[in-house]
T-cell receptor, first 113, second 113 residues
């Protein structure tokens, strides 16, 4: 099992551009999450999904969109990138709610200039 | 307003001794607490958790203590090993909803020989 994979590992984006961060898991988990981590800060939840076709906002959803057409994939879309979106993005998956262990991907480092 | 606080950004402990990482929270609705460990350039990995109905949970060298009246929890690592050098995040949740997990800012633990 590869677990949770994220692409790309690193990307530089210009202000106003758009891009999609990819996340795939092969553990057949229903729950998937997107977090961002700013320097010296904890992880903040952007969006999450409890199954294919179902998504909901987390703590910091503004400037992002998600979709969940399959169990395996949970892409995160950045529209009109801003410098404030410079961060490390982590995708995670789990079998259920918070009391189920979340398995994290290695992260995508995004720099918006 | 930080609901989960890790006031020590860093901690240095000698190999073989006890490491104690602290975490305070302000939201009395939190009823489930987790510790995650993170190595550089990797995603966080789950370490140990505790429900508010308990005041202690032990897993090998790792023990988490919860003091609900003080809204304080701590992670004890005994004995500390070089591989324990990492950033440790405390997290809390109110209920089973995934949107309510809140992370602290992390404590960087360094184990010196």
């Amino acid at each position: 099992n590869a677990g949770v994979t994220q692409t790309p590992k690193f990307h530089i984006l210009k202000i106003g551009q758009s891009m999609t961060l990819q996340c795939t898991q092969d553990m057949n988990h229903n729950y998937m999450y997107w977090y961002r981590q700013d320097p010296g800060m904890g992880l903040k939840l952007i969006y999450y999904s409890v199954g294919a076709g179902i998504t909901d906002k987390g703590e910091v959803p503004n400037g992002y969109n998600v979709s969940r057409s399959t169990t395996e994939d949970f892409p995160l879309r950045l529209e009109l990138a801003a410098p404030s979106q410079t961060s490390v993005y982590f995708c995670a998956s789990s079998n259920g709610g918070i009391q189920e262990t979340q398995y994290f991907g290695p992260g995508t480092r995004l720099l918006v200039l | 307003d930080q609901q989960v606080k890790q006031n020590s950004p860093s901690l240095s402990v000698q190999e073989g001794r006890i490491s104690i990482l602290n975490c305070d929270y302000t939201n009395s609705m939190f009823d489930y607490f987790l510790w995650y460990k993170k190595y550089p350039a990797e995603g966080p990995t789950f370490l140990i958790s505790i429900s508010s109905i308990k005041d202690k949970n032990e897993d090998g060298r790792f023990t988490v203590f919860l003091n609900k009246s003080a809204k304080h929890l701590s992670l004890h690592i005994v004995p500390s090993q070089p591989g324990d050098s990492a950033v440790y995040f405390c997290a809390a949740s109110a209920g089973s909803s995934a949107s309510k997990i809140i992370f602290g800012s992390g404590t960087r633990l360094s184990i010196r020989p």
